[in-house]
């Protein structure tokens, strides 16, 4: 079955602003997007700029060093109890979420500590 949800967003902007002469302003109230991201769209297509492609090169792409790499997990295998994802991104200048992956790539594993009575 057939739906209009199924059709790209900027292709329907694409149809909206050509065949159906829509203004930048009721395009972005039909696609409930907002203005700004229309009238973006709309400038790249008067330049001739494809707006279905993705860009090279968006968003956040630093890369963690091997020594930094290293240094994580030296010291969580060091100061097993005293290293938290937390402590580790802030003294290593990471984020928490960041230490986790470098730990679960080099083969470390969390556990809960129990308290033997």
């Known amino acids: 079955m057939f739906s ?3 059709i790209d967003v900027k292709i329907r ?13 009721n395009i972005a109230w039909t696609l409930k997007k907002p ?3 229309i009238r973006d769209w709309v400038a790249k297509i008067q330049k001739g700029i494809d707006i279905t492609k993705v860009e ?6 630093r890369k963690i060093s091997e ?4 240094k994580i997990v030296r010291t969580a295998k060091r100061r097993v ?5 937390k402590t580790l991104g802030r003294q290593y200048n990471v984020s928490k979420g ?4 470098v730990l679960q790539e080099r083969g470390c594993t969390y556990t ?6």
């Open 13 to 25: 902007c694409l149809v909206l602003l050509q065949d159906a002469r829509f203004t930048p302003a």
């Open 98 to 101: 960041s230490a986790y992956k």
């Open 56 to 61: 090279e090169g968006r968003g956040k792409t």
């Open 67 to 70: 020594e930094t790499k290293d």
């Open 81 to 85: 109890s005293n290293s938290s994802t």
């Open 4 to 6: 209009v949800t199924n």
């Open 35 to 37: 203005e700004r991201t």
């Open 112 to 117: 809960n500590l129990k308290k033997s009575a």
